[in-house]
């Protein structure tokens, strides 16, 4: 079993349309990360948030602690929101990074 | 400010050979962390350090290693190469000292293939 899972694996929206990616992960923590990675491989680091809500433009990312799990939602999705998103979780020690396998999205125009 | 760089790009290998793969962080971060991401998966994380020493370490062979310098830079060492390590490797740097409590900022990788 991972560690971190995700879903959907693969989503294609409707530009506009609002998209939910789910991660839900069996460690104890002290933070967790989304990240997007675009073709080629850069990756950006969206949040890391350890409780509650955060909310950066169009995305907002939540968390809820108890039952472990976190949401990342995209807002009136646009072409360039089409990117692999990853979910990740340190240990509860930090020194281990535990990774999602990611959810490839597409939204089309 | 540069970000994070990484080099090489690109390598090719073959297998048994060694690889020395580099990092250097954004200036002021004393924190770099390397991962493996395979083809179609999620990245894998290999080794975190922090003011050149080890502080975390991922499930993988000692045929991995690594090393930070003073100025925080660091190295890859992969010896041995195995068809299986062809990926792409990233580096993250970060301020603090644990990988999973500070923002992680990536390097855009050097992507190893292993023939």
């Known amino acids: 079993k991972n560690e971190v899972e995700q879903s959907p694996q693969n989503l294609t929206a409707q530009e506009g349309e609002f998209i939910t990616i789910n991660c839900s992960y069996s460690v104890g923590i002290s933070a967790l990360h989304w990240l997007q990675q675009h073709p080629g491989g850069g990756i950006v680091s969206l949040f890391m948030l350890s409780s509650g809500k955060k909310k950066h433009g169009r995305l907002i990312a939540t968390i809820n602690i108890q039952e472990k799990h976190s949401s990342l939602h995209i807002t009136a999705s646009h072409p360039r929101d089409s990117a692999v998103y990853i979910c990740a979780v340190p240990s509860y020690t930090g020194n281990q990074f535990y990774f999602g396998t990611g959810t490839s999205l597409t939204v089309i125009p | 400010d540069a970000g994070v760089t990484q080099s090489p790009t690109h390598l090719i290998k073959t297998r048994g050979q060694q690889v020395t793969l580099r990092c250097s962080p954004i200036?002021?971060?004393?924190?770099v962390s390397w991962y493996q991401q395979v083809l179609g998966q999620g990245p894998q994380f290999i080794f975190q350090y922090y003011e050149k020493e080890e502080r975390g370490r991922g499930n993988f062979p000692d045929r991995f290693s690594a090393r930070q310098f003073p100025n925080y830079s660091s190295e890859l060492n992969v010896n041995a190469l195995l068809l299986g390590d062809s990926a792409l490797y990233l580096c993250a740097s970060s301020q603090g000292g644990l990988a999973g409590t500070d923002t992680q900022y990536f390097g855009p990788g050097t992507r190893l293939t292993v023939l």
């Open positions: 200036s002021g971060h004393k924190s």
